[in-house]
């Protein structure tokens, strides 16, 4: 029953973000209030949830539930963030439709109706895209986009084919496995922006609506990593020549991304091009996961999913924040906003804790795991490697706001609460123009000028960009020269009884000025939770260990062949492949049961046309 | 006797090569709606009758999509670069390796469905190499039939939430298409015609003034620098054209010379400045005309026209 309420409250909610145009209040609401069905819904898919679509079973399992409510709260919490910095049309209609997309994909018993729903998830990446620039521009990702939904539904299609086995006539059935996994693999690096498909991915802060980066690179990637995580073992773990040759080119488009993603978050200067590379780079471990082929890589990545669906919005939404609290995004004019923001700065390292974690945290092992298992010995290095370059992009912006503020940061409003109820403060403290535009004294000030700026001479206000800096006051009759002819245009505001103003009014006002740290806490509060995920909380690390229903069904499948699964044997052959398969069980990070292990919490095997084991040689 | 699949497999293709080839948008939309409705049928030998009215409902639902997206503003397609004769030859090329290989023993679906899917995916191949957000769409979208063809072909009728779920992909992925066909699409297809004409707009270079934009800083005040200015407006429009690859139809529209004929009002205003580019004979052109609808008045510069206009010096 929860399924279907998830995947109704969905339903309806995209398309009541998306009819009325241009977004107003009632999109809004039916925007979030969807999401936050979405996301009790999706708490309450546990093992037992079944629902069945025509001969189709969709079952939850606790894995798929808990990435549901993770992908379903972070998107809820990026939208209350995005009340406040800019609300963007179109990133709660698509983020729903692609929550529908993903829900079917990870509940679904049949693999072919799973990725061709993770592929109509994936086609929700078009409504966030900016729409008025000129074609053929910089900032025209278009036609980007409607490439990436091109690749990413043609490769999952063709893994269908492959993963749906048909009765293949050739001595051989490699060259179709190695083309189902190119494809997985294709469609991951694609949507989630690795080296070489970087490029649309970077520029993502200037072709599509603010903070839809989490839909576009983290959301739907991660999605579809849950499901290709999946086949790894299953469908991949055969002994190949050919799909050697494959598992070493996803290989190598993760180290690359690993590397340069890393690289690049650390020469760019624009906030968002760098929180995008650090997506990018993380990303790679979901190719990594791919390239692993191992059931000891399907607990470790699922976590890792978890801890980055969480970190990476975490992420998105702090560079949205910064970018409203300063009005700028670059690097450059934010030199000092860690004095005037201290939150953000928790709330980055937050994120930067949550991301990396430390040695003998799950997300830590997480890592670690899979690359040692995706990548031969002379590569571990890289694990070390990707901890300081994301170190390294942590701490530049963290040292870039410890340096003394610029201007427009000292301008700024801070997280300083500010009051509306305060009494009169000396006329001096507040700079009053002939229009009425009262500003907020800079921080040298002290807050006896900002709080008396901050004061309600007339009871309508406008909320400006910085609303908690400045603070345009519509004329009030009072305060004309006419009606208080002995006030100055200084002390006319100041001097309005304060009777006159409705205690509702106030409080409208408070909430207002304190716009800055309000989403600082909200920010806050979603890197507490990443944190909290990525540290195994939440029962996720139990969650892990079983993964989605389709997992189980592809593991209850019998074998074709009698040849078993080359799962990691202790005197396997050495493959002329970069990544031989390893000689040993991985340990996992817990000590947890293998997934292979049939999990006690999951349901029972489904009938299901899920991929049975081929061994070809 | 001719089964029902094989019809709906020959009209599939048919449909698929009249989404790629022409440049009208509306042949383009009726093509994939072609496709679209004659995929299920072609794709099983008994098609469910639920199955195959929800696939037509949403094929129906993604053309209307695409329809309303197109009509009011003359969005057009690249068009196929080796036209439609040479489109059929190469399809039906593919629909016979379709028809007559067998990777797959035995054949769940009819044989027509798979020469049906390697007739379309052959089709959707040049298309994804464009640049044109119509073209590449329908491209995607035939590739998306013949992948959904070969899989029902090989693998056999899928269930009903599987044909949902296909149905759900197609129509998002033409709504991705009909969204992502801005008004600014439409600017393009106008600029080919009006940037030829000086002072036209093309901001994708960043060096030519745009029509109503503020006038540059001081010292662009010469008068000499100014004819010249206005004169070499349409040359560098020019070589912005032809320093990218372009369009067929834009270069056709460049090579025919018709729209920059149009571009007369400058080119009149200058007589004793060399012509910006050769008028070659009107002779045979196969440059589509302009759609009336999104003709308007030739666009003049503010700077072209003042360079044709007496110049009060103020002093």
């Known amino acids: ?617 | 006797m001719i089964q029902l699949a094989v019809v709906a497999a020959a009209a599939a293709v048919i449909g698929g090569v009249a989404a790629v080839t022409p440049r009208d948008s509306r042949l383009v939309a009726l093509g994939l709606l072609v496709a679209m409705v004659a995929t299920p049928l072609a794709s099983s030998r008994e098609p469910t009758g639920l199955a195959v009215a929800f696939r037509i409902l949403g094929a129906v639902l993604a053309i209307y999509l695409l329809w309303t997206a197109t009509r009011d503003r003359s969005i057009e397609s690249e068009g196929s670069g080796i036209g439609a004769t040479a489109e059929l030859i190469a399809a039906a090329a593919a629909f016979s390796v379709g028809w007559f290989v067998t990777p797959v023993t035995p054949l769940t679906g009819p044989v027509a469905a798979q020469a049906a899917g390697f007739a379309l995916i052959a089709l959707a191949v040049a298309p994804l190499a464009g640049r044109n957000v119509l073209r590449v769409g329908a491209g995607i979208v035939l590739l998306l039939l013949g992948i959904s063809l070969l899989l029902e072909a090989w693998v056999g009728e899928g269930s009903s939430l599987r044909q949902v779920v296909l149905t759900v992909l197609l129509v998002g992925t033409v709504g991705a298409t009909s969204l992502l066909l801005s008004p600014a699409e439409a600017t393009a297809a106008e600029r080919v015609d009006a940037a030829a004409g000086p002072g036209a707009s093309d901001d994708r270079d960043g060096d030519v003034q745009m029509p109503g934009a503020p006038e540059p800083e001081e010292g662009a005040t010469d008068e000499a620098a100014e004819t010249r200015e206005a004169v070499a407006a349409p040359r560098r429009v020019s070589t912005a054209r032809t320093s990218k690859p372009r369009a067929p139809r834009a270069n056709r529209v460049a090579a025919s010379g018709g729209p920059v004929k149009r571009a007369g009002p400058v080119d009149d205003a200058t007589p004793p400045l060399p012509a910006p580019s050769p008028q070659p004979a009107p002779a045979p052109n196969r440059a589509r005309r302009p759609n009336p609808r999104v003709q308007r008045e030739p666009r003049v510069s503010r700077k072209a026209r003042e360079s044709t206009e007496p110049k009060d010096s103020g002093q």
Not at chain 1, 446 to 471: C, E, H, Q, Y
Not at chain 1, 575 to 592: D, E, I, K, N
Request: proline content about 9%; overall charge positive.
């Open chain 1, 1 to 617: 029953m929860s399924l279907l309420i998830l995947l109704a409250a969905c339903g309806v909610g995209a398309v009541a973000g998306l009819v009325p145009r241009p977004a107003g209040r009632a999109a809004r609401i039916a925007g979030l209030a969807a999401l936050s069905v979405a996301f009790v819904a999706a708490l309450l898919v546990g093992p037992t949830t079944r629902a069945s679509i025509g001969d189709v079973t969709l079952a939850g399992s606790q894995y798929s539930g808990l990435f549901l409510a993770c992908a379903a709260g972070s998107g809820l919490l990026l939208c209350i963030v995005a009340l406040a910095v800019g609300w963007p049309d179109d990133l709660a209609p698509a983020s729903l439709a692609t929550f529908a997309g993903l829900a079917v994909a990870l509940t679904a018993t049949d693999s072919g109706v799973a990725l061709a729903a993770g592929a109509a998830a994936a086609t929700a990446g078009a409504l966030v895209m900016v729409r008025t620039t000129t074609p053929g521009s910089e900032t025209d990702g278009r036609l980007a986009e409607m490439r990436t939904i091109g690749l990413v539904s043609g490769a999952l299609l063709l893994a269908a084919v492959a993963v749906l086995r048909p009765n293949w006539r050739g001595p051989s059935d490699s060259p179709i496995f190695v083309l189902a996994f190119l494809g997985l693999g294709l469609a991951l690096a694609v949507r989630s922006g690795a080296v070489p498909f970087h490029v649309p991915a970077a520029r993502l802060g200037r072709t599509a609506e603010p903070l839809t980066q989490a839909l576009l690179l983290v959301w739907i990637p991660a999605g579809l990593g849950v499901l290709a995580v999946g086949w790894s073992a299953t469908t991949f773990g055969i002994r190949s020549d050919w799909l050697n040759v494959a598992v070493s080119v996803v290989q190598v488009v993760a180290v690359a991304t690993l590397v340069l993603g890393g690289l690049a978050s650390l020469v760019h200067d624009e906030l968002e091009e760098i929180a995008a590379y650090s997506i990018v780079a993380d990303a790679a471990f979901v190719l990594l996961a791919l390239a692993a082929r191992t059931d000891a890589a399907a607990e470790p990545s699922r976590l890792w999913l978890l801890a980055f669906v969480a970190a990476k919005t975490g992420l998105v939404a702090w560079v949205g924040a910064v970018s409203h609290a300063f009005a700028t995004s670059n690097l450059e004019g934010l030199h000092g906003w860690l004095r005037r923001t201290p939150l953000l700065g928790l709330a980055l390292v937050a994120i930067a804790v949550a991301t990396l974690g430390w040695p003998g945290s799950p997300v830590y092992g997480a890592r670690s795991t899979l690359i040692r298992l995706a990548l031969p010995g002379s590569l571990q290095f890289l694990f070390a490697g990707s901890i300081v370059l994301s170190l390294a992009c942590y701490g530049r912006l963290l040292v870039f706001g410890a340096l003394t503020p610029t201007e427009d940061v000292s301008t700024a409003g801070s997280e300083r609460p500010r009051w509306a109820f305060d009494p009169p403060r000396p006329k001096k403290s507040a700079v009053v123009t002939d229009s009425t535009e009262v500003k907020a004294v800079p921080a040298k000030k002290k807050s006896s000028g900002s709080r008396a700026a901050a004061l309600p001479p007339a009871p309508t206000t406008t909320a400006g960009a910085n609303d908690n800096s400045i603070v345009r006051v519509a004329p009030a009759p009072a305060a004309t020269p006419t009606s208080a002819p002995s006030a100055t245009p200084t002390s006319a505001p100041a001097t309005k009884p304060k009777s006159a103003v409705d205690f509702r009014r106030k409080l409208a006002l408070t909430w207002r000025l304190n716009r800055t740290l309000e989403v600082s806490l909200l920010v806050v509060g979603g890197a507490t939770l990443a944190v909290a995920l990525a540290f195994g909380g939440f029962g996720a690390s139990n969650a892990s260990r079983f993964g989605i229903p389709l997992d189980t069904a592809a593991h209850a499948t019998p074998t074709r062949t009698p040849r078993p699964t080359p799962s990691p044997t202790p005197k396997a052959t050495p493959v002329p492949t970069l990544a031989p398969l390893p000689s040993t069980p991985a340990p996992s990070t817990s000590t947890s049961p293998s997934v292979s292990a049939p999990p006690s919490g999951s349901p029972k095997p489904v009938k299901t046309s899920a991929p049975a084991r081929n061994i070809t040689d």
